[in-house]
């Protein structure tokens, strides 16, 4: 796979600095696998005083980032990578995923637009190819939202994880379930013990207590999730089970 090109239009190009030198997203600019550019919009501004907002027609409160700026800036970095897949972080944008993570980390370059205030002039929307929301909530401007979704993105692209695998059984990978619970050393932890099938070596026996697990943790933390999940016939009895004791637990409780 080729190395990932990414192009940032923001009005703070130093918030990115420490974030895209950190981790993976550092180690994976050093090893080549991505390419990060990143363009301040003020730059493109035609006044003096290198304004980019004004005031919202109709009235209202708050201030609007000017079409114009934003266009120029997004037509500049067009010319420099003809292949951008731009995107406007916004709260109106599609609910971000790991379908949409899969799905962006095989674009060849991917192009950020950061808004900021009350938001960007509606007539950049026709200049953009996709709108991303990090959720149900609204953030000061897109940068952290950029930050999440690039970070997602990038580790998925081949070679950026030392061990590929390590993507493949994650939490809302695949199958909708929750990732199982993980342990490591010391065995025992203020009397907390490490499940003993981790340390039986069996491995069958190891895939089928993370399944179970995978299930049961779904079940209890995002019950949303589990209905769309592909469970067996005993998948579905043990969770029925686990279900009925609950609530005979809770009665006795009462």
Known sequence: MSMLRVHILTLFPEFFKGPLESSIMGRSQSNGHVAVEITNIRDFAENKHNRIDDVP????????????PVVRAIEHARQKDPELHMIQLSPKGRPFNQRIASELSEKSA??????HYEGI???VEGFMDDSISLGDFVLTGGEIGTLAILDAVTRLREGVLGNPESALAESHTGDFLLEHPHFTRP?????MEVPEVLLSGNH????????QMSVIET??????????????????????????????NNGKKT
């Not at 027609?57 to 114009?68: E, K, W």
């Not at 065995?187 to 009397?191: I, K, N, P, T, W």
């Open 57 to 68: 027609f109709g009235g209202g409160g708050g201030m609007v980032m000017q079409a114009g």
């Open 121 to 123: 002039d509606a007539r």
């Open 187 to 191: 065995r025992s932890f203020r009397g």
């Open 219 to 248: 079940a209890r933390l995002r019950p949303d999730l589990i209905s769309k999940a592909s469970l067996s016939g005993d998948e579905i009895a043990s969770l029925r089970d686990l279900r009925e004791k609950s609530e005979e």
């Open 204 to 211: 069958g026996e190891i895939s089928k207590w993370r399944r």
């Open 110 to 115: 991917l192009g950020f637009v950061c808004g």
